[in-house]
């Protein structure tokens, strides 16, 4: 696990932002390829944008525990 190599959090929330942004193409990518519908890749999208800004959020202010 990442978390028990990082103390602070750092690269957690780097880790959690990168994932993040990865996850934003996948919609988009299976709506091209006819998997599902268009209203599928606006949904998830909607979704994907509330997550990224939890991500950032917590990239910004990481908890410490130390």
């Known amino acids: 696990m990442v978390a028990v190599n990082d103390p602070h959090g750092t690269r957690s929330a780097d880790l959690i932002w990168e994932y993040s942004l990865y996850l934003t ?17 606006v949904e998830v999208t909607a979704a994907n944008v509330y997550l990224l800004s939890l991500a950032h959020a917590f990239r910004q202010v990481r908890p410490s525990f130390v």
């Open 25 to 41: 193409a996948l919609p988009v990518l299976v709506s091209a390829t006819g998997l599902t519908s268009w209203m599928f890749a």
